[in-house]
């Protein structure tokens, strides 16, 4: 996101020399990942070696332990390489005995040509029965999606939730003086780039149906906005006006962007369809408006500006600010900037300058009550899960920059690190229907 207020939050324009554009071949930095600050009341679950999976070029097994734990709701209690028959019933007295409220297992069937049958049956070992599973039929390239979305019907089952491990992550990896803008699966691997650049890459903004990405570059020396095409690579100049273009932001129904403008003067916010055409201005304030985002009902735009005096985050009719005005939603802190709407319209997360230190937010729309997620310093670009359960953001660790996601109630914490790699910019994909 390109930033407009006074430091740390302004950033030089420069030229981008592009590079590479297109949804690469995949990209094998590995993402390591390190979940603190779960709770003590887990839920036990037996995620048991599926049989055959010796058969498989990728461990389902473990990516579906692996998601499950990251979702900080789950302990496995069977870490080890048994396989447990996912043919007739199991013996749940037994399973209780050994501390487990669910059963996972599964199997492998290599079908030929490249491809695998996967199946999978979930058992609620409390209650004695049988809660089905799932037959997918996967090509080898294809099996850590298979797994992911065993987790999430793992998730669905038993919590009743929608999980988040099918969907996507966009995100820039800064390496030496390149940067590359990437998508990776929720759990940022599976690492695939989108655009390479000798220059930064800012704003990534996904549409509502996952198949385009939004971003600012600087290929023209000046920020131009663009709207690209995951599958084919290809994109459109979304906007390229006269000084700033930048924030794109996507309506729900995905036919429009909200972006920020400095053609008319101080930076303004702004409405404009996806193919390029209809711009029309949104905001009226005197100073800057920046940092659009639609309620997800798309009635309102929040907002960041200074025309109080500092950075603060308002709302207005996404008609326009010339409907009922703007009306600031944000005064516990005395610097706001960078709003993200929950899913359900539920929650605000903003980024506030506390003492010097920028730090993850979380407020109450309906009460007002606000909580900061982290204790960070260095905190930025918060981005919604697609279940509103996680915030993904950027934010420091030992001078690198770092992705890092938080519950909503602050409670699960889980930082992803590529070795050597600072990573800033994300941004969380929606579901994927």
Known sequence: MLHLFKKPFSIALCALT???IGFAAPV??????????????????????FKDENKLPTNVTEI?????????????????????????TPNYKSWAARGADALVVGSVVQTGNGQFDIHYKLFDIRKSQSLGGLNLSSSADNLRAVAHKIADDIIFKLLGERGVFSTRLSYVIKEGKRYRLVISDADGQNIRNALNSAEPIISP???????????????????????????????????????????PAWSPDGKKLAVSLSKDGNTQIYEINSDGTGLRRLSRGSTIDTEPQYSPDGRSIYFTSDRGG????????????????ARRVTYKQGFVTSPRISPDGKY????????????????????????????GSSDESPSFAANGRYVLYSTKVNGKRVLAAVSVDGNSKQVLTIPGSDVRQPSWGPFMD
């Open 205 to 247: 903004s996904w549409s509502p149906d996952g198949k385009k990405v939004a971003y600012v570059s600087f290929e023209d020396r000046k920020p131009v906005i663009y709207v690209h095409e995951l599958a084919t690579g290809r994109r459109i100049s979304l906007s390229n006006q006269k000084g700033n273009n930048s924030a």
């Open 310 to 325: 500092n950075p603060q985050i308002y709302r207005m009719s996404a008609e326009g600010e010339q409907v009922e005005g």
């Open 18 to 20: 592009l590079c590479c």
């Open 28 to 49: 094998f930095a590995q993402m390591n990942i390190e979940i603190t600050g779960v709770g003590q009341s887990l839920y036990p679950i037996a995620v048991m070696r």
């Open 348 to 375: 605000l997360a903003y980024i506030a300058n506390i003492g010097g230190a920028f730090r993850l937010y979380i407020l109450n729309l309906a009460t007002g009550d606000a909580q900061a997620l982290t204790d």
């Open 64 to 88: 579906i332990r692996q998601d499950l734990a990251r979702s900080g709701y789950f302990k496995n209690t069977e870490n080890g390489n048994a396989a447990e028959s996912d043919e007739g």
